[in-house]
């Protein structure tokens, strides 16, 4: 898909990897809608700022009202917080499926009719490597982006006849505030280059839409791929 003279959506633009997706598609030629929970927190000069909360249905209906013109949409917000399954709280396991998966869906669901009449575009949905390796301490959070892995191919096998591109990016380790915030939670130090900047991320995501690409992978997400093959095994930090 072509970003010079597309119009983009993006969902938790306030903080994080989503405000590096709405600074380089404006600076790649598109229009953004910089969406966010709380407006006033977007710092994004360019951006058409607006409320939105992917888990309320009325919030989604509004955006798809206000903004008939995307042909790109990017599923970046998600509550990452989750906790483990087993004994974590059931409230934050519900909220991290909530946003991960029903609020992905809920977007996906308002923006395909919109898509397909401004010629199929694209769906970018933003996932995690631990869909594939799940981290002890945030196992819920790794199942909520298992399941949103999930529904990314199946979205892509129904909005194929409407030329819809559906494509995932799988991150590894991304330095937000959030992924420092967990690993002082749970006293991890990262090993040198293990984390990506959000800003070197955002253009390999945004390079391997533009070049068709269906999974962008970067090197933590290719190696936790390839596990698939033998028995599953935890995220390694
Ligand atoms: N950082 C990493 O290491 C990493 C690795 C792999 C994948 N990812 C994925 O990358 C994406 C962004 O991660 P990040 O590290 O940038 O996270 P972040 O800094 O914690 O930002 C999350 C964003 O999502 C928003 N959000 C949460 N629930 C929402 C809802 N119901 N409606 C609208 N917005 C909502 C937050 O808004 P509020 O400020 O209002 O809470 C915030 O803007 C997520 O999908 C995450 O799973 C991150």
């Keep these: 898909m072509k970003l010079d003279g597309a119009t983009a959506l993006v969902t938790g633009t306030n903080r994080g990897i989503g ?3 709405a600074v380089e598609l404006l600076r790649r030629g598109a229009k953004v809608y910089a969406t966010a929970r709380r407006p006033e927190l977007v710092n994004v000069p360019g951006a058409e700022v607006v409320r939105l909360d992917i888990t309320d249905q009325s919030s989604v209906d509004a955006i798809a009202a206000l903004a008939g013109d995307v042909d790109l949409l990017i599923n970046n917000a998600a509550d990452t917080a989750g906790g483990n399954l ?12 909530d946003s991960n998966y029903y609020g992905t869906l809920a977007m996906i669901r308002a923006f395909a009719p919109i898509l397909a009449r401004n010629g199929g575009g694209a769906i970018l949905n933003v996932l995690s490597a631990v869909a594939w390796t799940p981290v002890e301490g945030n196992t819920a959070y790794a199942a909520a982006k298992s399941a949103q892995w999930g529904l990314t ?24 505030q959030t992924l420092f915030d967990f690993a002082e939670r749970h006293g991890i130090e990262f090993a040198d280059g293990a984390v990506m900047d959000p800003a070197d991320l955002v253009r390999l995501a945004l390079d391997g839409l533009e070049a068709g ?16 093959a033998g028995p599953p095994r935890a995220f390694a930090l």
């Design 19 to 21: 405000h590096h997706f």
């Design 213 to 228: 690409e269906i999974e962008i992978l970067d090197a933590m997400a290719v190696e936790a791929k390839a596990s698939l």
């Design 153 to 176: 191919n199946g979205v892509r096998i129904e909005l194929a006849d409407q030329g819809t591109q559906v494509s995932a990016l799988v991150p590894g380790l991304i330095g937000t």
């Design 86 to 97: 087993v004994t974590g709280d059931m409230d934050g396991i519900r909220s991290t499926l």
